[in-house]
T-cell receptor, first 112, second 112 residues
Framework: NAGVTQTPKFRVLKTGQSMTLLCAQD?????MYWYRQDPGMGLRLIHY???????AKGEVPDGYNVSRLKKQNFLLGLESAAPSQTSVYFC???????????FGSGTQLSVL | DQQVKQNSPSLSVQEGRISILNCDYT??????FLWYKKYPAEGPTFLIS?????DKNEDGRFTVFLNKSAKHLSLHIVPSQPGDSAVYFC???????????FGPGTRLSVLP
């Protein structure tokens, strides 16, 4: 019963460093999403994918890139981290039936 | 401008009483609404949802009411329990769930 798994759970970066967050789901879901959560802002959509090989921009895509090379994986990349990207990042997935998101447990990222 | 608003950042309720969490939206194209519950250091978990063709949906102690003309929905928890203490997010989607827009959340505290 893994569901949606995010790695790593915590990470500290220096400004300008790069990193990749990995999201894996074992529910054979078509749709996958990356959100960031900031105080008072709720969950804001960064990028999403409606199927293997597809990606699309969400509300706050600047500074991030994504890839969906395999159906079960959705990667979020930061090429040059900035302090404004300090946040909690959540991955989610859903199937093609009732619109319901399943979330991972999150990645706490701090950029110094 | 936030499309989904939760104007109460926090709410305190006595155990056994009713908790009412409110949510307003601005986009008339939203056709599906969800409530998520989030505990600290965990990802959001689905609680209950409602389609725009209904005005009420009930699941155990949880009931969601939708007033389309007022663009308002509410979550009722009866009776409230200490384990209900969490942050509650309201979410809305259009196009039957390709994208989801979240509100900023309301922190509910149920006091024993």
């Amino acid at each position: 019963n893994a569901g949606v798994t995010q790695t790593p759970k915590f990470r500290v970066l220096k400004t300008g460093q790069s990193m990749t967050l990995l999201c894996a789901q074992d529910m054979n879901h078509e749709y996958m999403y990356w959100y960031r959560q900031d105080p008072g802002m709720g969950l804001r959509l960064i990028h999403y994918s409606v199927g293997e090989g597809t990606t699309a921009k969400g509300e706050v895509p600047d500074g991030y890139n994504v890839s969906r090379l395999k159906k079960q994986n959705f990667l979020l990349g930061l090429e040059s981290a900035a302090p404004s990207q300090t946040s909690v990042y959540f991955c989610a997935s859903r199937g093609t039936g009732v619109p319901k998101l399943f979330f991972g447990s999150g990645t706490q990222l701090s950029v110094l | 401008d936030q499309q989904v608003k939760q104007n109460s950042p926090s709410l305190s309720v006595q155990e056994g009483r009713i908790s009412i969490l409110n949510c307003d939206y601005t986009n008339s194209m939203f056709d599906y609404f969800l409530w998520y519950k989030k505990y600290p250091a965990e990802g959001p978990t689905f609680l209950i949802s409602i389609s725009s063709i209904k005005d009420k949906n009930e699941d155990g102690r949880f009931t969601v009411f939708l007033n389309k003309s007022a663009k308002h929905l509410s979550l009722h928890i009866v009776p409230s329990q200490p384990g209900d203490s969490a942050v509650y997010f309201c979410a809305a989607s259009d196009n039957y769930g390709q994208n989801f827009v979240f509100g900023p959340g309301t922190r509910l505290s149920v006091l024993p």
